[in-house]
């Protein structure tokens, strides 16, 4: 019993965009990005494993219905 594919793509896509700003905020300063890195790794983790565990896999179109679909479920 895994995670559920629907919340492992999510979070891959939000935490893959809140490492964007830091990478980019690093690189301006002239730092080494190596916690953006990390969560870069994570949402790649999380993004292959949804797409390889979902029957059928995700095409673009899924991914609103799953954020949907995710966000539905915790908020009620």
Known sequence: MGIDT????????VVGAFA???????MIDGRSPRVAMVTIVISGV????????????????DVPRA?????????H
Do not use: C, H
């Open 20 to 26: 964007l700003p830091s990478i980019v905020s690093a």
């Open 46 to 61: 999380s993004l292959v494993y949804a797409l390889k565990t979902q029957p059928g896999g995700y095409e673009l179109g």
């Open 6 to 13: 629907d919340l492992a793509l999510v979070v891959g896509v």
């Open 67 to 75: 954020f949907a679909a995710v966000m539905g479920r915790y908020i």
